[in-house]
């Protein structure tokens, strides 16, 4: 079975510009989170999506992060416009109903803005 | 201060060697809580569940102490392929799946 896939892997991108980045969650798989980790800091939650509803965004950093998850399958997360503070390693996961259950993470996308 | 605190390290131990990793939360609400591993540029990867009871998963031992907000993993007879960072990970009340992560402790085991 397919595990949680990201792309791209690595993104380098100018300040300014605009960066998308995907997630495939494992098929069946109801809930979607997306997590960031900053150099030197700890995993931070971003947001979490039920199917196609945003059931907490409580992590996003500002309005320069849209997520989208259209028709529950896939999602995306866009940054835009990219800061040089938003570098960092984005992680997302998934995990079936309910919530309690054990969550499958991506390996991720490397994101470096100049 | 950090919702979940763990010592960074690097802890760098022989092959062989028994090394406890320790973490506190500073929410007394928090309700599930896990060790997670993460090699070097890969993703995180759970370990095991963490019980107040305490469990075992062969070399590897964690407990949490509730009363203390202290979650506890033990590694014995450590192998090199050990090598990797901890993540003491804990979830608050309300069942939503959001992970709450230390910072991660390094360990490097040597030959």
């Known amino acids: 079975e397919a595990g949680v896939t990201q792309f791209p892997s690595h993104s380098v991108i100018e300040k300014g510009q605009t960066v998308t980045l995907r997630c495939d969650p494992i098929?069946?798989?109801?809930?979607l989170y997306w997590y960031r980790r900053v150099m030197g800091k700890e995993i931070k939650f971003l947001l979490h999506?039920?199917?196609?509803?945003?059931?907490?965004e409580s992590g996003m950093p500002n309005n320069r992060f849209l997520a989208e998850r259209t028709g529950g399958t896939y999602s995306t997360l866009k940054v835009q416009p990219a800061e040089l503070e938003d570098s960092g390693v984005y992680f997302c996961?998934?995990?079936?109903?309910?919530?309690?259950?054990?969550?499958?993470f991506g390996q991720g996308t490397r994101l470096t803005v100049v | 201060r950090k919702e979940v605190e763990q010592d960074p390290g690097p802890f760098n131990v022989p092959e062989g060697a028994t090394v406890a990793f320790n973490c506190t939360y500073s929410?007394?609400?928090?309700?599930?809580f896990f060790w997670y591993r993460q090699d070097c540029r890969k993703e995180p990867k759970l370990l095991m569940s963490?019980?107040?009871s305490g469990n075992e998963d062969g070399r590897f031992t964690a407990q949490l102490n509730r009363a203390s907000q202290y979650i506890s993993l033990l590694i014995r007879d450590s192998k090199l392929s050990d090598s990797a960072t901890y993540l003491c990970?804990?979830?608050?009340?309300?069942?939503?799946?959001?992970?709450?992560f230390g910072q991660g402790t390094t360990l490097q085991v040597k030959p």
């Open positions: 963490v019980y107040s």
């Open positions: 098929s069946g798989h109801d809930n």
């Open positions: 999506f039920v199917k196609e509803s945003k059931q907490d």
């Open positions: 996961a998934s995990s079936p109903p309910p919530t309690r259950t054990e969550a499958f």
């Open positions: 929410n007394s609400a928090s309700q599930s």
């Open positions: 990970v804990v979830t608050r009340s309300g069942n939503t799946g959001k992970l709450i």
